[in-house]
């Protein structure tokens, strides 16, 4: 099956492009295309270790089935314009 | 009326967002606006880049909005964001909450850019006079 990735801020510019194709056989999860990814973008590990997922616009976590034709998107942190007293 | 949400690569136009959640029934208009700052952590910002996964940022933020407004009752609701580079002093994001008393938009107002800024997939590149990084968490 197919699944669109999107890639956004310090990721696309890992990756260098802002999205792909990915062939995934059936049943593979969120946590396998992260694998996948991670050994054709070996640059990407420190940011994926602190990303969340989204599938089909809606967050999910790692364990979550993929579908053919399913828009996957690995969520850097939002960092901007976080409250003084929450950085610790 | 239903909240007002934009996403664009044009300047914000704050009037119009004000216009466009006034109405005779309104008592008070809270607008914050976050600007573009010219330092950060003990950099000389040049300019910002912001990024947005757009279409699902629109679905969090009117999520959002809904929370807020559900939660403070207030109705009337515009929330602006902007993308692509973004000079010193210019806006950034936008929210204007208009209610019959000003507790509930000062509060609603409040709880739409925090939440905003921690749970919706827009980010920024901080391009400094020393280097660039995307500011992630």
């Given at each position: 099956m197919k699944i669109h990735i999107r890639y956004f801020a310090s990721i696309r510019e890992i990756v260098g492009q802002s999205e792909e194709m990915l062939d995934v056989p059936e049943g593979g999860s969120v946590a396998a295309v992260r694998a996948e990814l991670l050994a054709r973008y070996p640059g990407l590990q420190a940011i994926m270790a602190r990303c969340i997922s989204a599938v089909n616009r809606k967050y999910v976590d790692a364990e979550t089935m993929l579908h053919d034709g399913d828009e996957l998107v690995f969520i850097p942190p939002m960092?901007?314009?976080?409250q003084r007293e929450e950085v610790r | 009326m239903e909240a007002l949400i934009q996403l664009t690569r044009e300047p914000l136009k704050r009037d119009e967002l004000v216009a466009a959640v006034?109405?005779?029934?309104?008592?008070g208009i809270v607008v914050f606006e976050g600007v573009v700052r010219d330092n950060a952590r003990g950099k000389q910002v040049r300019y910002l880049e912001y990024d947005v996964y757009e279409e699902m940022a629109e679905q969090q933020i009117r999520t959002i909005v809904t929370e807020a407004q559900q939660r403070w009752g207030v109705e009337r609701v515009a929330v602006a964001h902007r993308f692509g580079r973004l000079e010193i002093g210019e806006a950034s994001v936008i929210i204007v909450v208009a209610s019959p008393h000003r507790s509930e938009a000062f509060d609603a107002c409040r709880y739409i850019i925090d939440t905003l800024k921690s749970t919706v997939p827009i980010w920024k590149k901080e391009v400094a006079t020393n280097g660039e990084e995307w500011v992630e968490g």
């Open positions: 960092g901007g314009g976080r | 006034s109405h005779a029934s309104v008592g």
